[in-house]
């Protein structure tokens, strides 16, 4: 099968790959950018595990083919830690209130996390709740992912939540 160019701008970053036009996002960002903190987990689109930032919403990345982010912005887990490697304030929230085991599905819930402090800086539990609704763990029982975001609410500066 004839393989299509395709450029976009990951974690800041103008990158371009050659891809045949089924590959999935999933694979394009794994496989041709060498970025493996999206995870593939169920192929299906119900866990989460490959969630990424496009455009300024989450989306599934194992249901979009690169070819449809042709153009677009996107932000993985790699890309929500300073250039430095310094965490972000969610991904140490995460650390301290122990949002994770596995970690498995961290980059998928970190990332939608993201988002959804972009979208609302002051949730409440119940709006973390429906806000990460789309993203399962196996392994914690939200309890403390649910602390980590409310504690990195309160930790984000109100320049980027205004982004």
């Keep these: 099968m004839a393989k299509i160019d ?3 701008t990951v974690n800041g970053k103008a990158v371009s790959g050659a891809c045949e036009p089924r590959t999935l996002l999933i694979h394009f960002l794994r496989e041709e950018l060498g970025l493996t ?14 969630t990424v930032d496009l455009d300024g919403r989450s989306v ?3 249901t979009m083919f ?6 677009a912005t996107v932000t993985t887990i790699e890309g929500i830690a300073a250039a430095d490697g310094t965490l972000h304030p969610l991904q140490e929230a995460f650390r ?3 949002g994770l085991q596995c970690g498995f599905c961290t980059p998928g819930m970190i ?8 979208d609302d800086p ?7 709740r429906m806000g990460i609704s ?12 649910v602390k980590a975001i409310h504690a990195a609410a309160a930790e984000l500066p109100v320049k980027e939540v205004a982004e």
């Excluded at 399962?136 to 939200?142: D, S």
């Design 66 to 71: 690169a070819v449809q982010a042709g153009g």
């Design 60 to 62: 599934k990345s194992c």
């Design 37 to 50: 903190g999206p995870h593939i987990g169920c192929d299906t689109t119900h866990c989460g595990a490959c």
């Design 6 to 8: 395709v450029s976009m």
């Design 111 to 118: 990332t939608r996390a993201w988002r959804l402090l972009q």
């Design 134 to 145: 789309g993203n399962l763990c196996r392994c914690t029982g939200y309890q403390n992912i």
């Design 122 to 128: 002051n949730p409440t539990e119940a709006e973390i």
């Design 96 to 98: 301290q209130h122990h």
